[in-house]
């Protein structure tokens, strides 16, 4: 059964950065895509971006200039850094499984992280 | 972006009733088109993906259809567990999208 778990700081000050890893467990990350995606009342589920087996990575041209999406085969993990947040990036973070085309199979249960001083 | 709207916004039905949720694209997805269900304070489930595949382990009177920018979830006598907020998503064109989401009350 695969399983992803989101984990990381739920409060980030304005201007710093948002780091997150996501553990896979049953599963190996260098099987697909996986991806990061955020939901938020005011907006919605908003795609953040994935990265593929083969390393490569895509972002939303609405964050792009602030992400960055890497995998660590060693661990199995995946990780999400967004730089220099501001109170509009506080929403519950997914990791995922699927992008690329696929339908997103596997989801954590998410994590708040909340901007604020 | 692709833009996806989703009708009606809620929806109260019955136990028993079928219910129909549509998804407008505003451009061709070529049926990279995938409904999700989502419980209050969870992650959303995959139900359909490719317009009309149901996942497996997803009971048989959820069904999808649709093509181009017209896609439907039909569920095919509701049951008390199927409330929740169903959402759809396109893949076909970077980045995907969601809809906004539709609640089904029972």
């Known amino acids: 059964q695969v399983q992803l778990r989101e984990s990381g700081p739920g409060l980030v000050r304005p201007s710093e950065t948002l780091s997150l890893t996501c553990s896979v467990s049953g599963d190996s990350i260098s099987n697909r895509y996986w991806s990061w995606i955020r939901q938020s009342p005011g907006k919605g589920l908003e795609y953040i971006g994935y990265i593929s087996y083969t390393d490569s990575s895509r972002y939303n041209p609405s964050l792009r200039s602030r992400v960055t999406i890497s995998l660590d085969r060693f661990s199995n993990q995946f990780s999400l850094e967004l730089m220099f947040v501001t109170a509009a990036d506080t929403a519950v973070y997914f990791c995922?499984?699927?992008?690329?085309?696929?339908?997103?199979?596997?989801w954590g249960q998410g994590a708040l992280v909340t901007v604020s001083s | 972006d692709v833009q996806m709207t989703q009708s009606p916004s809620s929806v109260s039905a019955s136990v028993g009733d079928r219910v129909t949720i549509t998804c407008r694209a505003s451009q061709d997805i070529q049926k990279y088109l995938a409904w999700y269900q989502q419980k209050e304070g969870r992650a959303p489930e995959l139900l359909i993906y490719?317009?009309?595949h149901l996942r497996s382990g997803v009971p048989s009177r959820f069904s999808g259809s649709g093509s181009g920018t017209y896609y439907t979830l039909t569920i095919n006598g509701l049951q008390p567990e199927d409330f929740g907020t169903y959402l759809c998503q396109q893949g076909d064109s970077f980045p995907d999208t969601f809809g906004q989401g539709t609640r089904v009350e029972i």
């Open positions: 995922v499984k699927g992008g690329g085309g696929y339908a997103f199979d596997y």
């Open positions: 490719g317009a009309s």
